[in-house]
């Protein structure tokens, strides 16, 4: 096929891709040894390059030729690297234990710089054009943060605005909101844009030991919102993980039985809204997109019912459901909430305070808290993107890939939010990747653009490729196949040439 002239840049990914060391062996298909791929887009013609994130981890496993730092679903020991009773000693001193820095999760943009992320408070700065690892970053030196999400959001001015949790720091638990500026001063250009991190706003956890659990948060022009999940994160259970022999993973828990709580923190005066508002429970990982719209709020995120899907990607799991072709216990099912910011006060206990034509509902407690219904948008996709242009404000498409009730991706999606419209593109034998939009220079319309995936067969026959469709019509522009063997990944990002630093720099 034929590329868009235009298309100029690299579509960078991340992902796990080394899961046997020597004779020892991952448990979880997320713990895996990251693994860079870019794609570079140069005149109509695409380039492949893919490298191992050269991580602190990565060096101390290799040189052992074993595992030896453990990761969220795998306890390693005794660690080469460190004297055990040293070790053990810190566990019992330290709550919070030495985090992995194998980000293998996304890509985030902090001003000029490019860094692999993961859920820890590591991470890596790499260069997008080698795949050279650079330096290593601790959000914990720059503000007291012990984990943090690896989608973070950029605001108009490409700020970076992210959210950490903050575990028993002085006494509390909390979660903390925090922005990276997308400059420095001139004077201080050796110094990290780090330095610059400032804290927005804390919301305190509801638990003093048990932190909810979340991998993304959403944000609209005014308003951050952060979800408060009753899927829950153990501290006296990971600060004793190691010495009885067990993983982080399974010191989280779901709590059925509990409330979802809304979190919403006005972006101007950086204080969280006083009114109460929850839902049923659920477990989120992706966040699609939110907007404000006549004194509400509309968010709409993808919920499971369980926290299955993440013990479905333990190795031992995802064997069996590919030969068995299980079924998901809980399906991914897209949800809007519609929550009403600006109600009537005196309005009647028990009435639907939200007034914009929808089958969400808002209803005013006694206590005067607001519980939230939401309407179902669709079911069954994943990995969510939208036109970035639109982060935040009213929009009409995702794009996402459809998981067919097992965790293997089968087709990409484009759903029209409005009409519940759905045009899809899928082969058989073909596995996509997270679709990336990437906006036409001349863009009038929300879907002026491509989609870009990369695709792994799962007839080892035949090549992967980089699928490059009009995210208009999602009819195929053309195919890069790429000769090598290429693993599934996780998330990612495109720079545009205009945002890559040349060689001279």
């Known amino acids: 096929g034929q590329l868009p002239t235009w298309l ?8 796990p891709g080394m899961h046997t060391i020597g004779d020892t062996t991952y448990n979880h298909w997320f713990d895996g040894l990251a693994l860079l791929h870019s794609f570079t887009f140069k005149n109509g013609e695409v380039y492949y390059r893919s490298k191992y994130l050269r991580s602190d981890t990565y060096n101390c496993n290799v ?36 985090f992995t820095d194998n980000c293998l999760i996304n890509i985030m943009k902090t001003g000029d710089d490019f860094y692999a992320t993961s859920e820890t408070n590591f991470i890596r700065k790499i260069d997008p054009q080698t ?44 979660y903390v909101l925090f922005k990276i500026p997308s400059s420095v001063p001139e004077k201080e250009k050796k110094k990290s844009y780090f330095n610059h991190v400032e804290v927005v706003c804390t919301i305190p956890s509801r638990s003093l030991l048990h932190p909810s659990y979340y991998h993304s948060f959403g944000m609209t022009e005014n308003y951050i919102i952060f979800v408060e999940q009753p899927f829950r994160l153990d501290i006296v259970k990971m600060a004793t993980a190691y010495i009885r022999g067990v993983n982080w993973a399974s010191c989280l828990s779901y709590h059925k039985e509990d409330k979802t709580w809304f979190h919403f923190v006005d972006r101007k005066t950086k204080k969280e809204i006083s009114t109460k508002f929850y839902t049923d429970a659920l477990v989120l990982f992706h966040h699609i997109n939110a907007y ?51 109600h009537d006060k005196d309005a009647e206990v028990g009435s639907n305070l939200v007034t914009l034509p929808s089958a969400a509902t808002a209803v005013k407690e006694k206590d005067g808290s607001v519980y939230c219904q939401p309407e179902v948008l669709c079911q069954g996709i994943e990995l969510p993107r939208i036109n970035y242009d639109y982060n935040g404000k009213n929009y009409k498409y995702v794009f996402a890939t459809r998981v067919q009730w097992n965790p293997v991706p089968a087709e990409l999606v484009k759903f029209n939010m409005e009409t519940k419209e759905t045009l899809q593109w899928g082969e058989d034998h073909c596995w996509p990747s997270e679709p990336v939009f990437v906006p036409s220079p001349d863009a009038k319309e929300e879907d002026d653009g491509v989609i870009l995936s990369c695709v792994v067969m799962t007839d080892p026959k035949k090549a992967p490729f980089l699928l490059v469709l ?3 019509t999602f009819k195929e522009l053309g195919r890069a196949t790429v000769n090598i063997e290429m693993h599934l990944d996780l998330h990612g990002i495109f720079i545009p040439e205009k945002d890559l630093k040349t060689e001279t720099e």
């Open 8 to 15: 100029q840049g690299i579509l960078l990914r991340n992902g």
């Open 63 to 98: 040189e052992a030729n074993r595992i030896v730092v453990s990761e969220f679903g795998t306890m390693a020991y005794p660690d080469p690297c460190k004297n055990i009773f040293a070790k053990a000693f810190s566990y019992l001193s330290h709550t919070i234990p030495e």
């Open 131 to 174: 795949l050279e690892t650079l330096d290593k970053v601790d959000y914990s030196k720059y503000t007291a943060v012990n984990l943090a999400t690896s989608h973070p959001h950029y605001d108009s001015a490409g700020n970076i605005l992210n959210m950490g949790t903050s575990i028993v720091d002085k006494g509390k638990t909390k």
């Open 292 to 342: 404000e719209e006549d004194g509400h709020i509309v968010f709409d995120l993808i919920a499971y019912t369980d926290n299955s899907l993440y013990d479905m990607f333990y190795l031992k799991n995802l064997n069996k459901y590919l030969e068995e072709n299980d079924k998901l216990s809980s399906v991914p099912t897209s949800k809007r909430f519609i929550v009403p910011l600006q």
């Open 470 to 472: 009009d995210a208009k």
